[in-house]
């Protein structure tokens, strides 16, 4: 899993380059990924999804990539902008979509 | 387009109170859930309830109840609040179990 410390890891990224966010998850029989944005005071916000039977997806400035072999989930956002400073975390689901499973999170903040 | 809603903001209970948490959806999702989030915890699940006339225990039920009181609300209640319960609560909803869930905007609650 993530790490569990007190403080978010934080990735400081210049406005403009690609940001690359990591996810170790723990259950090699899950089904199914969730990328999740949470923007200080709101709630999550979906992102973007894959399956299992998957290991890349594309949306608008967004990709997520998954390693089966190593238990391990990105999501790459591309030419980050200020408006991508939040937390994002990953969620596993399992058990036939009967578990779900979130990770603490990654706190993302972009340098003007 | 409304989403998920949750009353109150925030609030203040002093420890042996009781308080109801309020979530209503109009999306016409059939599942919904109540997570609690935590510094350096990913969001854990208190209870869900897959379906109308269904609930669930989560991760961590204890101290809680809820009532899915039609398709639209789904509440929770601390019947005697402890220091323990002092968190951030999400109510969410999907259209199906464990799918890509849309959240509220959060009861920030602390318990003194």
């Known amino acids: 899993g993530e790490n569990v410390g007190l403080h978010l890891p934080t990735l400081s990224v210049q406005e403009g380059d690609n940001s690359i966010i990591n996810c170790a998850y723990s259950?090699?029989?899950?089904?199914?990924f969730i990328w999740y944005k949470q923007e200080s005071g709101k709630g999550p916000q979906f992102i973007i999804d894959?399956?299992?039977?998957?290991d890349k997806r594309q949306g608008q400035r967004v990709t997520v990539l998954l390693n089966k072999t190593v238990k391990h989930l990105s999501l790459q956002i591309a030419a980050t902008q200020p408006g991508d400073s939040a937390v994002y975390f990953c969620?596993?689901?399992?058990?036939?979509?009967?578990?779900?499973?979130f990770g603490i999170g990654t706190k993302l903040q972009v340098i003007p | 387009n409304a989403g998920v809603t949750q009353t109150p903001k925030f609030q203040v209970l002093k420890t042996g109170q009781s308080m109801t948490l309020q979530c209503a959806q109009d999306m016409n999702h059939n599942s919904m859930y109540w997570y609690r989030q935590d510094p350096g915890m990913g969001l854990r699940l208190i209870y869900y309830?897959?379906?109308?006339?269904?609930?669930d225990k989560g991760e961590v039920p204890n101290g809680y109840n809820v009532s899915r009181l039609n398709k639209r609300e789904f509440s929770l209640r601390l019947e005697s609040a402890a220091p323990s319960q002092t968190s951030v609560y999400f109510c969410?909803?999907?259209?199906?179990?464990?799918?890509?869930?849309?959240f509220g905007s959060g009861t920030r609650l602390t318990v003194v």
């Open positions: 969410a909803s999907s259209e199906a179990a464990v799918r890509a869930h849309t």
């Open positions: 259950n090699s029989a899950s089904d199914y």
């Open positions: 969620a596993e689901i399992s058990g036939g979509y009967q578990k779900v499973t």
């Open positions: 894959i399956r299992s039977n998957m």
């Open positions: 309830s897959a379906s109308e006339g269904t609930t």
